[in-house]
Every structure is written in C-alpha cells, then in structure tokens.
C-alpha cells in the first residue's frame, strides 16, 4: 500500500525524523489559510498523488513550463498554483500517458538548501535484509543515477540482529560528504529513519531529495513510502491512510474480495489458484508466443464468489481477448471453480475464447460442469495443451 507525501511525513515526524512544516489543502482557499499560518516569505506548493517526478511533470493542456511542485512568494501566488494543481491531470514518468488527477496539494515552508542527497530504506530479496541506499546524487531519479554514475551510490545491509546502529548511520553520513554538526544531524536522522521504517512495516521508504540546510541540519525534504500489505492489520492507522483514488479500480475491486490481482499489458486474461502456478502459467503462454494481461491468483480457499467476481474483473479489462483458467485443486476444488467461471461467464456475456484447465480435487465434477454449461468452452489435458490453445485461439480471432 502506497500513501502521499505529506502522510510520510506525518508518520515519520511522531519517530523524530526532521520534515518541514506545512499541511494538506483541498481547496485554494484552504491552500492560503495553511500559507499564512506557516508564515512566509516562501511556500513550497506540490501535488499530491502516488508517484515521482511530480517536479518535472506537466498537466494536460497546462502551461508547458509549470509542473506539480511549485513556489509561492506571496499568499497570492499559494492560491494561484492550488487553483491550477486541483482537478487537473498530472502526467509523470511513473504516471504513464494517462496522469493522474491532483485531488489534494501540500503547502510546505520554504527550505535553505546546501545540498541535495538521496537516502532510501528497502528490503533487499537477495539478503533478506534491510538495506540502506544513499548517494550524493539528491533529486535525480535514482535508476539514472545507478546506470550513470553507478560508483556514486552506496548500498549498505542491516544485520537484523543488530538492527542499525550509530557506526552505520555514521558511516552512510561520512559517505555522502558530511562533516562536523552535519554528522551527527544524519545519525540522529538515520536511526529514526530506520526506527519508522522497522516499527511500521514498511517495504520502502525513499527520501529524495535528503536536503543539508545552510545551517547543518538534515531534512527530509519529500517522502514516499509502500507498506507490507500483509502487515498491515497490525496498522489500523496507517490502513486508513489509503486513498482509493489513486489506485487501479480493477486491482481495488480484487482487493474487497482477497484476490491477488495485479493488471498487465497483455491480451490474455489469466485465472489460476497459486502463486508459483500463476507464474508459470504467465511464462508459458509468453513460451507460445501469447501475452498475459494480468497475474491473478484467486488463492486455495476460494468461494464460488470469490471466483465470480475474479472472472469478471479479468473481463472489465478491455485489453482482454482471451482467457485461460488454469486450476490445480487441492484445497481449492475444481468444481467450486467451474460453478464460478459459469456462473461469471453467463452474467458477462462471455464474447472472447475461455481456454479451461482442471486438475485435482473433484476434476471430474469440474469437467462436467463446464461441458453441460451449453458455453463455449475449450477444455485442456495440461498447462502447455492450455496455453497452445489459448495463445491459438486468440490469434484466430483476431
């Protein structure tokens, strides 16, 4: 789960982690109001939606020359930028062509800035740890940064055991050219960092840029952060955080009914219980020269409405024009899925080829099911039979 900037930082102030001052608006009349309370002579003015590159971003048929963050140097200035950030789309790199429309806006204190760093926290797969990602290279796109000038980032694992301690933010610090009060501002910023990240069951928590002002202190100067989904029933406060405009709608309606559904680019709707079988089911229509359109994983103890509302999501993509269920039924049993892909599929209108392969529990049952359900539905004896089929299919009708 993703949350907005000023959100981050919220959570990261109550751990002591330094963040400018500033508030959310909704409206250019609120805007003004979080201006003059913070008081001047500058405010910083940015959008608010789940992604980077705000700064260098454009609204659709906007003034070229202004993107998602902004400055104000007068309350009229604040207003002015609220008014031309709300209900517009914001086109990033990490938006792709469509946007996203700004429904809130972050009115933030001016910052002195000296310098400009980069510092994130990530779970790094490769050694199970917590690792800590820093570079001199502040308000770039860190990719840029690593294909570039790959020796300018510092990649340090945290020993669980040990959690961070003062040698390491000391020496991430020594890293990034810090010296004197400056040193031990990063400490004391790092093991906070650190301290939210672990105590919130974060996955990533990106500071970019980490800004040393003209006086020596250290200050997140913007703030994202994703969370462990599976963690975060031990987070009611943070859960609340989560803004639904902002995601997928097919991925949030997945979602309500506990269904790992991830949308892709592809032509063929892909239904399948398991993780691993999910991905293999994905690699091997990709092997026979198909696509997949979405890694849907409708889990082992799925109901027959569970399996219903699956189906009609991988449907609700336009994208989609094909279909292959690929069940192996152990907990999950294959007659529960052939009553849910009937029952979805007599309710959708069923308009594209529906490849199905039952294996397991009940299969027989499962068959019976789909072979009596008058619709046209191609059976398949195993998963390469399954996606020759499919992959075939879709091309003849297209």
């Given at each position: 789960m993703n949350i907005h900037e000023y959100q981050a930082k919220a959570l990261l102030a109550k751990f002591g982690v330094k963040v400018p001052q500033g508030d959310v608006a909704y409206t250019a009349d609120e805007a003004r109001?979080?201006?003059?309370?913070?008081g001047g002579p500058i405010w910083v003015v940015k959008s608010q939606i789940h992604a980077g590159g705000r700064g260098a971003g454009r609204f659709k048929g906007g003034d070229p020359d202004s993107g998602g963050v902004r400055l104000a140097k007068?309350?009229?200035?604040?207003?002015?930028?609220?008014?031309?950030?709300?209900?517009?789309?914001?086109?990033?790199?990490?938006?792709?062509?469509?946007?996203?429309?700004?429904?809130?806006?972050?009115?933030?204190?001016?910052?002195?800035?000296?310098?400009?760093?980069?510092?994130s926290l990530l779970i790094d797969r490769a050694t199970s740890?917590?690792?800590?990602?820093?570079?001199?290279?502040?308000?770039?796109?860190i990719e840029d940064v690593a294909e570039a000038t790959p020796e300018k980032i510092l990649s340090l694992a945290i020993d669980p055991a040990t959690g961070m301690q003062g040698h390491h933010a000391r020496r991430?610090?020594?890293?990034?050219?810090?010296?004197?009060?400056q040193v031990s501002a990063a400490v004391k910023f790092l093991l906070a960092m650190y301290e939210?990240?672990?105590?919130?069951?974060?996955?990533?928590?990106?500071?970019?840029?980490?800004?040393?002002?003209?006086?020596?202190?250290?200050?997140?100067?913007?703030?994202?952060?994703?969370?462990?989904?599976n963690a975060l029933y031990r987070h009611p406060d943070i859960e609340a955080l989560r803004d639904e405009t902002e995601e997928d709608p097919a991925e949030l309606?997945?979602?309500k009914y506990e269904l790992n559904y991830v949308k892709l680019d592809g032509a063929i709707g892909c239904m399948?219980?398991?993780?691993?079988?999910?991905?293999?089911?994905?690699?091997?229509?990709?092997?026979?020269?198909?696509?997949?359109?979405?890694?849907?994983?409708?889990?082992?103890?799925a109901t027959k409405e569970r399996v219903t509302a699956a189906f009609k999501i991988i449907l609700s993509d336009p994208n989609v024009e094909g279909i292959l269920v690929n069940i192996f039924g152990?907990?999950?049993?294959?007659?529960?899925?052939?009553?849910?892909?009937?029952?979805?599929?007599?309710?959708?209108?069923?308009?594209?080829?529906?490849?199905?392969?039952?294996?397991?529990?009940?299969?027989?049952?499962?068959?019976?099911?789909?072979?009596?359900?008058?619709?046209?539905?191609?059976?398949?004896?195993?998963?390469?039979?399954?996606?020759?089929?499919?992959?075939?299919?879709?091309?003849?009708?297209?």
């Open positions: 109001q979080v201006a003059e309370k913070l007068s309350l009229e200035q604040v207003a002015d930028a609220a008014t031309a950030m709300l209900g517009q789309t914001l086109v990033t790199k990490q938006t792709g062509p469509d946007g996203k429309e700004v429904g809130r806006i972050y009115v933030e204190e001016g910052c002195d800035i000296a310098r400009e760093l980069y510092l740890r917590v690792t800590v990602m820093a570079s001199t290279e502040g308000g770039m796109d991430i610090a020594f890293s990034l050219g810090l010296e004197g009060k939210a990240f672990i105590q919130l069951d974060s996955s990533m928590l990106e500071v970019n840029p980490l800004v040393v002002t003209g006086d020596g202190d250290v200050i997140a100067l913007d703030a994202k952060m994703d969370f462990d989904d309606e997945a979602s399948v219980n398991g993780a691993g079988l999910a991905m293999a089911t994905m690699d091997i229509i990709k092997l026979h020269g198909g696509s997949p359109a979405n890694f849907l994983d409708v889990g082992g103890g152990g907990i999950m049993r294959c007659d529960i899925i052939a009553e849910g892909v009937v029952e979805a599929a007599k309710e959708v209108s069923l308009h594209v080829p529906l490849v199905v392969r039952l294996e397991g529990t009940n299969v027989e049952l499962g068959k019976t099911i789909l072979a009596e359900s008058g619709l046209p539905i191609t059976s398949a004896d195993n998963l390469r039979d399954a996606a020759e089929k499919i992959v075939t299919a879709v091309k003849e009708a297209a």
